[in-house]
Nanobody, 126 residues
Framework: QVRLAESGGGLVQAGGSLRLSCAASTLGFGSYGMAWFRQAPGKEREFVAGISWKGGATYYGDSVKGRFSISRDDVQATAYLQMDSLKPEYTAVYFC???????????????????WGQGTQVTVTS
């Protein structure tokens, strides 16, 4: 079972940037598709971005296209979420998730993931 640990959250002004990291404790990290989800207070968890296990194809939720970029470093067993031009409505707890051999767009619902991190808080002030 892969274990995930997010870091990099914090407080940032609107228009600013943050980079989230998701470190995985597994030797087989390259065999996992990775994704980021977020959950704002009082709302359901929603898909943000994903990257496939082979080839690194990326896909994004409509609300973050052009602002966020997901990437992975299989040597470091870490996935990243670069967030630019942040808006106050992006305030949420951000979770990373993993699924074994997840291809593009196969991890866009909570139930698609095999493992979750504990989440990291991102707060964007206006």
């Amino acid at each position: 079972q892969v274990r995930l640990a997010e870091s990099g959250g914090g407080l940032v002004q609107a228009g600013g940037s943050l980079r989230l990291s998701c470190a995985a404790s597994t030797l087989g990290f390259g065999s996992y598709g990775m994704a980021w989800f977020r959950q704002a207070p009082g709302k359901e968890r929603e898909f943000v971005a994903g990257i496939s296990w082979k080839g690194g194809a990326t896909y994004y939720g409509d609300s973050v296209k052009g602002r966020f970029s997901i990437s992975r470093d299989d040597v470091q067993a870490t996935a990243y979420l670069q967030m630019d031009s942040l808006k106050p409505e992006y305030t949420a707890v951000y979770f990373c998730a993993a699924r074994f051999r997840a291809t593009i767009r196969s991890m866009v619902h909570d139930s698609d993931a095999n493992a979750w991190g504990q989440g990291t808080q991102v707060t964007v002030t206006s």
